[in-house]
């Protein structure tokens, strides 16, 4: 990931894209992609360590309605319905 990040970014210095092109939308995009993919990637080890006991929980009650109701980058939230679906009613036993 971060060979792809260092790549993407010197194409766009070597291009020195105006923002307004189409290239420049092109080059951010992928940008922006790969961003979203190292932090899927980081978010999926975190879950790797949790279900292999290396990394702790600290439980504590939150009211999950007014939680999705905040702000979110629309496409976090499959990862997050993911991850409630994963290890949420572990945290949350009913």
């Not at 260092?6 to 092109?26: I, S, V």
Request: charged share 25%; proline share 4%; aromatic share 8%.
């Amino acid at each position: 990931m971060t060979s792809i990040k260092a790549y993407m970014q010197l194409l766009a210095r070597k291009l020195k894209l105006d923002k307004g092109c189409a290239e420049a939308k092109y080059v951010n995009r992928v940008q922006d992609q790969v961003e979203k993919l190292n932090s899927l990637i980081t978010d999926l080890l975190d879950l790797s360590k949790i279900d292999n006991g290396k990394l702790g929980i600290n439980k504590k009650s939150f009211r999950l309605n007014v939680w999705f109701r905040t702000p979110l980058i629309p496409s976090c939230r499959p990862m997050i319905r993911a991850i409630w679906n994963y290890i949420g009613k572990e945290i949350f036993p009913t």
